[in-house]
Structure formats: structure tokens, C-alpha cells
Nanobody, 124 residues
């Protein structure tokens, strides 16, 4: 129904920056709340950031607040995650996700559609 494709991952030194993009198919992007999650090897998937569909409110995990910025461009059906001051502990596969609804943005179980993930590796 909704196809999500992440891009922009790669290898970066600690303190550096990366910008991730997630392109969504279809014409329903503006009706979806969008989120970013990440999963490191051996760990559960965790919430990173989200942006609402209606008022553009943003939400961040404490671990990334002040360093990461989520934004969306509805004209391009794309959500972004700008990551600055990267740390080795940010290393993970980053997933884009989409959902309807307007609560519990931090819960992966609220998201219906998922991208394939993009690897982010931060070296020290």
C-alpha cells in the first residue's frame, strides 16, 4: 500500500553529520505521521524521532534530542532525519516508518508501514 525507501546512510567519524531521507510512494503522504527508528545488532528496535501529520509537531528520543532533526516535505513525499554530532552509539540500521493516528509516536507498534532500513556507522 505505502512503500518507503530510505537513503543517505553511510560511514562517518564521531562528531560528523549525516542526512537520511525516506521517500514515500502514493498520494497519501500528508495524511501519515512519520517516524524514524533504529536497531543496533543484538538490540531491540528503538524510537528515534517522529513528526505528526497535522500540526507538524516533532518528537525525539532523549538520546538524540538537540543533535537530530526530523522534518518533512509533503510536496516531495519525503521525510528527513538530519543527524549532527554523531556518536559511536548512534551506529545502527535506521528505519523509516509511517502510520495513521496521532498518539504514542514513540511506539513501533503504532506504525503500519516500514522501509528496508539504511546502515549508519559512526567510528571513533
Amino acid at each position: 500500500q505505502v512503500q518507503l525507501v530510505e537513503s543517505g546512510g553511510g560511514l562517518v567519524q564521531a562528531g560528523g553529520s549525516l542526512s537520511l531521507s525516506c521517500a514515500a510512494s502514493g498520494r497519501t503522504f500528508s495524511l501519515l505521521a512519520m517516524g524514524w527508528f533504529r536497531q543496533a545488532p543484538g538490540k531491540e528496535r528503538e524510537f528515534v524521532a517522529a513528526v505528526s501529520r497535522s500540526d507538524g509537531m516533532t518528537y525525539y528520543a532523549d538520546s538524540v534530542k538537540g543533535r537530530f532533526t526530523i522534518s518533512r516535505d509533503n510536496a516531495k513525499n519525503t521525510v528527513y532525519l538530519q543527524m549532527n554530532s554523531l556518536k559511536p552509539e548512534d551506529t545502527a540500521v535506521y528505519y523509516c516508518a509511517a502510520r495513521y493516528g496521532s498518539s504514542y509516536y514513540y511506539s513501533e507498534y503504532e506504525y503500519r508501514h516500514w522501509g528496508q532500513g539504511t546502515q549508519v556507522t559512526v567510528s571513533s
